[in-house]
């Protein structure tokens, strides 16, 4: 796990959950929020990005389609954190890249340059982002078998999970990691507080 020890403090306020799907991600957000005092962003930007291509929701989406999907995604994503200024997500940008990634890497060779140096454009726009993160709380990926629940993305969660962490190394953020060692919403949750510092009942964490 990253050092949080050495620097100085800074308040809690853009905070992440980050992982493949069914990890727990939402779950653990909304667990996190009223102690934070943060307002969530949740799974509704991938609909809203699934709906913007004439689809219902993200299970919909044709496999040639679906990098596209995840950078609409990420500009959704992005519009949602810079409208609250404050919040915890239960994703980052860095997902959507990972995502995006890889599909790339399944349909690479019927993209063409064009279609690849757009995703690399659009992964800059990621790591901008994602450097104004305060913390990235890494979500394990699930062990069992992920309930289709008409949302979410079950494709490749294991490998989608090591891109994740390829990408937060990549763009020079694995400092602000906190990766989870717990299970349940509660434990993790707690794991996650005690990584913080109270201070009048406002969180802080060292830069």
Request: proline share 4%; aromatic share 10%.
């Amino acid at each position: 796990m990253p050092d949080h020890t050495q620097g100085s403090l800074k308040p809690v306020r853009r905070l992440v959950c980050s992982g493949s799907s069914g990890g727990g991600k939402t779950t653990l957000a909304q667990e996190l929020a009223p102690f934070l005092n943060l307002t969530t962003i949740t799974h509704s930007r991938p609909t809203a990005a699934a709906r913007q291509m004439g689809y219902q929701s993200a299970r919909d989406i044709p496999p040639d389609q679906r990098g596209i999907f995840q950078w609409l995604g990420l500009i959704e994503q992005i519009s949602a954190e810079r409208a609250l200024g404050d919040f915890i997500a239960d994703r980052g940008v860095m997902d959507f890249a990972a995502y995006a990634r890889y599909e790339l890497r399944k349909q690479e060779h019927t993209m063409g340059a064009q279609g690849i140096g757009r995703m690399a454009w659009y992964e800059e726009i990621g790591r901008f982002t994602a450097w104004s993160y305060d913390a990235i709380i890494l979500v394990p990926p699930n062990s069992n078998v992920i309930e289709d629940n008409g949302i979410r993305y079950t494709h490749g969660v294991q490998e989608v999970h090591d891109i994740l962490v390829e990408i937060i190394k990549e763009w020079g953020l694995w400092h602000r990691v906190i990766e989870l060692k717990t299970d349940t919403p509660q434990e993790r949750a707690r794991e996650v507080i005690d990584t913080f510092h109270c201070v009048s009942n406002k969180f802080y964490i060292k830069e």
